[in-house]
T-cell receptor
């Protein structure tokens, strides 16, 4: 088990609604990355936050947004939910000083279902 | 979009046998990593191999990297039922100050007792 936690574990929303997912990074890690994993697929990079600034973004529309707080925890917000947003959302933390910036430690994920 | 393709998509073996999974990728990389995922939960980092390395070992895991063929393989020796999981390769290509992971679709490994 890593020290990365995510909440909630499961969430059911309807189309058009907005959702906020939360992630607490492992102690000492200053970088948080978010991934979306559709059923049967590999995770897809959404964006990364480093010291409260967005530090890279994947091919996701602007309705996917995020925040990182001074304690390095992070939120992923998705507006105007679509059916295709149903997926497992994974948060990962890393640090140049702990295993290297490339080694990412994943949380258990939030399963989002959009009806 | 996915960077890598794992092969095979699914693999079923008996406990004690070796399991080999392959990964191919498309662009130049800084390093390649393998992760394990149990039943749709979080991913666990297994091993990282840098682009200037050819082989790496960690316990029962052996990873090879061939940058000329843009491919990697993961060998799990003496498999156990607890190794049943999905295995993903992920590459890192630097486009900014830090890299992000680009995953393949994974190999689903089933180890029967």
């Amino acid at each position: 088990e890593t020290g990365v936690t995510q909440s909630p574990t499961h969430l059911i929303k309807t189309r058009g609604q907005q959702v906020t997912l939360r992630c607490s990074s492992q102690s000492g890690h200053n970088t948080v990355s978010w991934y979306q994993q559709a059923l049967g697929q590999g995770p897809q990079f959404i964006f990364q936050y480093y010291r409260e600034e967005e530090n890279g973004r994947g091919n996701f529309p602007p309705r996917f947004s995020g925040l990182q707080f001074p304690n390095y925890s992070s939120e992923l917000n998705v507006n105007a939910l679509e059916l295709d947003d149903s997926a497992l959302y994974l948060c990962a933390s890393s640090s140049p000083l702990a295993g290297g910036a490339d080694t990412q430690y994943f949380g258990p994920g939030t399963r989002l279902t959009v009806l | 979009s996915q960077q890598g393709e794992e092969d095979p998509q699914a693999l079923s073996i008996q406990e004690g046998e070796n399991a080999t999974m392959n990964c191919s990728y498309k662009t130049s990389i800084n390093n390649l990593q393998w992760y394990r995922q149990n039943s749709g939960r979080g991913l666990v980092h297994l091993i990282l191999i840098r682009s200037n390395e050819r082989e790496k070992h960690s316990g029962r895991l052996r990873v090879t990297l061939d940058t000329s063929k843009k491919s990697s393989s993961l060998l799990i020796t003496a498999s156990r039922a607890a190794d049943t999981a999905s295995y993903f390769c992920a590459t890192v290509s630097y486009g900014g100050s830090q890299g992000n992971l680009i995953f393949g679709k994974g190999t689903k490994l089933s180890v029967k007792p």
